[in-house]
Nanobody, 116 residues
Framework: QVQVVESGGGLVQPGGSLRLSCVGS????????MSWHRRAPGKERELVAR????????EYADSVKGRFTISRNNDNNEMNLQMNDLQPEDTGVYLC?????????WGQGTQVTVSS
């Protein structure tokens, strides 16, 4: 079964850190552009960070620049998102996406809650 599965979410206080993981199953992520998106309560889904298959191009939403770092390990079929200095506005469901041509896979998401 082809899928991507996220993990690493949780409850953290403002200023804290979390590391999210996305693992591909049933396919190799090596040729895919990988990205993280989030869906906050009452808001539309937004792109958080994206990394090309060769890691040559990386982009971030303005709201997370300098705090979040996206990375990938194609050998392990895994992508990560290191999130530092988390703020309440970072709260939401974080979704992993793998995209290549017409193939587009979404995970179920992992909840991140930033609250004191």
């Amino acid at each position: 079964q082809v899928q991507v599965v996220e993990s690493g979410g949780g409850l953290v206080q403002p200023g804290g850190s979390l590391r999210l993981s996305c693992v591909g199953s049933g396919f190799s992520i090596g040729m895919y552009t990988m990205s993280w998106h989030r869906r906050a309560p009452g808001k539309e889904r937004e792109l958080v960070a994206r990394i090309t298959s060769d890691s040559w191009r990386i982009e971030y939403a303005d709201s997370v620049k300098g705090r979040f770092t996206i990375s990938r390990n194609n050998d392990n079929n895994e992508m990560n998102l290191q999130m530092n200095d988390l703020q309440p506005e970072d709260t939401g469901v974080y979704l992993c996406n793998a995209q290549r041509s017409i193939n587009n896979y979404w995970g179920q998401g992992t909840q991140v809650t930033v609250s004191s």
